[in-house]
């Protein structure tokens, strides 16, 4: 994909939600996950598509969706998409299953220092709730 094609079609797709035309945002965030971007990129669009979801009322959706993310980005030693889940396990109410997902992050060799300290910061916010 030519990188400006996708980086319209994002802004578009980011545009169409926040004017509350969630189902032409999620057709523009599923295509372009379907994409021939990078697995990064896709892992992005992948938790776009289920923020959409999340606000059409269709949670499991949602939820597939971010774990589709984190196995884009698990091969490449991310973890963006799995504090995504675990804010968003978080503002479900959640809490117990949002600990787990960073405590599983702080395990990760190749989370940094700052990472670190950030999901340590949010357990202990989560287990005071």
């Known amino acids: 994909m030519i990188y400006d094609d996708y980086v319209t079609a994002a802004r578009t797709g980011g ?4 004017k509350g035309e969630y189902a032409q945002a999620l ?3 599923e295509e372009l996950a379907a994409s021939d971007i990078s697995p990064i990129d896709k892992a992005r669009m992948l938790n776009n598509v289920a923020v959409v979801l ?3 009322g269709r949670t499991a959706d949602a939820l597939r ?5 984190i196995a884009l980005e698990w091969t490449y030693s991310r ?6 889940k675990a804010i968003f396990l ?3 109410g959640d809490a117990a299953g ?3 997902l960073y405590e599983s992050l702080l395990t990760k060799s190749y989370a940094t220092e700052d990472e670190k300290q950030r ?3 949010r357990i202990a916010e989560l287990q005071q709730r």
């Open 15 to 18: 545009e169409l939600f926040e």
């Open 27 to 29: 057709s523009i965030f």
């Open 54 to 56: 999340d606000k059409m």
């Open 65 to 69: 969706a971010h774990d589709r993310a």
């Open 79 to 84: 973890c963006e998409s799995v504090e995504r």
């Open 90 to 92: 978080a503002n479900k």
């Open 98 to 100: 949002a600990v787990a």
């Open 119 to 121: 999901f340590r910061t």
